[in-house]
Nanobody
Framework: QLQASGGGLVQTGDSLRLSCATS????????VAWFRQAPGKEREFVAG????????SYEDSVKGRFVISRDNAKNTVYLQMNSLKPEDTAVYYC???????????????????WGQGTQVTVSS
């Protein structure tokens, strides 16, 4: 079970840090990713990390602004979002799966465990 948190209402240029925690399990061996879905749009990949290797991947529009990381002791994945833009406004979901291969990291259908979503709203 995944718990996503950290969303909120911010202004353009502000920062937020999202957290994705798991209870009762470890992320070891998993790929953990963040996806987002804006109203009227399809869910899209934002960033992902392979827990063991720390390999990361980012959607082009967030490269250089967002950083995905993990805390082994807290069994938590973070998404640090800097220089936020109104187009970043969406519900952000974390997802995890042991069976995701790197070439399929951006495919939401590859993940079987999902958090409840946290709203990020960036005002202009």
């Amino acid at each position: 079970q995944l718990q996503a948190s950290g969303g909120g209402l911010v202004q353009t240029g502000d920062s937020l840090r999202l957290s994705c925690a798991t209870s009762g399990h470890t992320f070891s061996g998993y790929v953990v990713a963040w996806f987002r879905q804006a109203p009227g749009k399809e869910r899209e990949f934002v960033a992902g990390i392979r827990w063991n290797s720390r390999h990361t991947s980012y959607e082009d529009s967030v490269k250089g602004r967002f950083v995905i990381s993990r805390d082994n002791a807290k069994n938590t994945v973070y998404l640090q979002m800097n220089s936020l833009k109104p187009e970043d406004t969406a519900v952000y979901y974390c997802a995890a799966d042991r069976g995701v291969i790197l070439s399929n990291m951006r495919n939401s259908r590859a993940y079987h465990a999902w958090g409840q979503g946290t709203q990020v709203t960036v005002s202009s």
